[in-house]
């Protein structure tokens, strides 16, 4: 049971350019999200998911994109990278199933991301 | 706007003492309140989590209180170990929604030998 792991743990993009943040989790959870972190804030909600096929915006979506095909994975596409999405990404996922009242979340490691 | 706030931003100490983090937050509905520890360059680790009818949660030297009247919630941390080294966050879920979160800045704890 590996939780929620995330790659790459670095990365550095130059301006304009594009890629995806993968992200995995085999707890079987519902639940999946993406969160950046950035110095002095907490963290803020990007996108999430609660089931294959159906993801929704979080506080700061621009610039992001998600897709959900399996319950596994989420990933993350920066379409057109820009220095302000330099930032520490974190994924967690969670169980939306009703006996679960505390809905835990679980994070992933982080991926490192440098816009330049 | 919800919003939590934690104090203080940091924090040196002595390897053995104790410490007590602070959490503030204005957030509507409530659900539940945790705190999470973040090791460098780790995600971060849930510690505990509270309803609006705890006030206090412990898990080892770990020990949460929440006072849903004042909007309040502290973390103390009892004869601390330098692998407590780490930011702690305060989070609040807020009700209703599918697992909203409102996250603190965090506090950031250094122990010294």
């Known amino acids: 049971n590996a939780g929620v792991t995330q790659t790459p743990k670095f990365q550095v993009l130059k301006t304009g350019q594009s890629m995806t943040l993968q992200c995995a989790q085999d707890m079987n959870h519902e639940y999946m999200s993406w969160y950046r972190q950035d110095p002095g804030m907490g963290l803020r909600l990007i996108h999430y998911?609660?089931?294959?096929?159906?993801?929704d915006q979080g506080e700061v979506p621009n610039g992001y994109n998600v897709s959900r095909s399996t319950t596994e994975d989420f990933p993350l596409r920066l379409l057109s990278a820009a220095p302000s999405q330099t930032s520490v990404y974190f994924c967690?996922?969670?169980?939306?199933?009703?006996?679960?009242?505390?809905?835990?979340?679980?994070f992933g490691p982080g991926t490192r991301l440098t816009v330049t | 706007k919800n919003q939590v706030e934690q104090s203080p931003q940091s924090l040196i100490i002595l390897e053995g003492k104790n410490c007590t983090l602070q959490c503030n937050y204005t957030v509507s509905p409530f659900s539940n309140l945790r705190w999470y520890k973040q090791d460098t360059g780790r995600g971060p680790v849930s510690l505990t989590i509270m309803t609006f009818s705890e006030n206090t949660k412990s898990n080892g030297r770990y020990t949460a209180t929440l006072d849903a009247d004042t909007k309040q919630s502290s973390l103390h941390i009892t004869a601390s170990q330098l692998s407590d080294s780490a930011s702690y966050i305060c989070?609040?879920?807020?009700?209703?929604?599918?697992?909203?979160?409102?996250f603190g800045a965090g506090t950031r704890l250094a122990v010294h030998p």
């Open positions: 989070v609040v879920s807020v009700s209703g929604g599918y697992n909203k979160l409102i």
């Open positions: 998911s609660v089931g294959a096929g159906i993801t």
């Open positions: 967690a996922s969670s169980s939306l199933v009703i006996r679960d009242r505390s809905h835990e979340q679980y």
